[in-house]
């Protein structure tokens, strides 16, 4: 009986001792977790147009400003990345070029949100109860969720196919390809931009940056973020990708 309770003691105690794994987000194949759901390492707050103006020692304090501020505005609660309204935008510590990103986010009434791709602007989130407001013409929420918000007003993708947005308090599901300046965005499995151009917002006479870190940004309203995935395209892959989309253009042209 000795050597059994030995046993069983031992048994216990190797569970006790493991890490407890359960509220580890699980990747997809091919993807890689870069929000681990239990605290900030990976990340820090900045928001770009804040000091996008300031040069030297400003700017130097204003950086390293928002990087302090950055745990006072964002948490992890349940396994998600929350944020109150406020603060620098969450910001990835690393750069990432081709990629797919998969994530899923639920937000507030009169939500206005983004995600950066390579530090730039933005597949945007909206509250798309909001009514059409012809005092600002160029802000179109009722039209959904998932389209190139920061591209020219006449630009394709800047508004999305479709409304495929759901109703508060669900979980809302991105899945957004990147290859060089092309980008695609399924929002709830819905397609709502289809190999659009985005544009280089800071400065729209050149492409895209090659690589840059991804952004999740804070607007005024409570938003949480979870599952957030990446897969890393190949330049091989990002290739085949590509020559996919321009087939599949021409097939539907003919």
């Not at 130097?60 to 302090?68: I, Y």
């Not at 659009?196 to 309203?221: C, F, S």
């Not at 990446?230 to 990708?241: D, G, H, N, S, Y």
Request: with cysteine; hydrophobic share 35%; proline share 6%.
């Amino acid at each position: 009986m000795t050597n059994q309770f030995s046993q069983i003691f031992l048994i216990m105690l190797s569970f006790l001792s493991c890490p407890i794994l359960a509220d580890q987000p699980t990747p997809p194949e091919g993807f890689k977790a870069i929000f681990n759901g239990k605290d900030l390492t990976g990340w820090h707050g900045l928001n770009p147009h804040a000091g996008a103006k300031l040069t030297g020692e400003k700017k130097e304090a204003n950086l390293k400003q928002q990087r302090e501020e950055f745990a006072d505005h964002w948490r992890v609660e349940d396994g998600a990345l929350v944020n109150d309204g406020h603060g620098p935008y969450a910001n990835t510590d690393q750069d990432f070029g081709d990629i797919e990103l998969r994530l899923e986010y639920k937000t507030v009434a009169k939500a206005d949100s983004g995600i950066y791709l390579r530090g730039t602007p933005q597949v945007q989130i909206w509250d798309s109860n909001q009514k059409f407001n012809p005092e600002r013409p160029t802000r179109k929420p009722h039209l959904g969720s998932g389209g190139l918000f920061n591209n020219s007003p006449k630009a394709e993708g800047r508004h999305p196919l479709l409304v495929a947005d759901k109703p508060f308090g669900e979980w809302n599901t991105f899945r957004i390809r990147q290859i060089g300046s092309t980008t695609w965005v399924w929002l709830n499995d819905k397609l709502v931009v289809d190999g659009a151009k985005m544009e280089n917002y800071w400065d729209r006479k050149k492409v895209l940056p090659a690589t840059g870190p991804i952004m999740l940004q804070t607007h005024g309203g409570e938003i949480r973020w979870r599952n957030i995935f990446v897969k890393e395209f190949t330049k091989e892959q990002a290739m085949m990708l590509m020559m996919d989309h321009l087939q599949k253009s021409q097939r539907q042209s003919e």
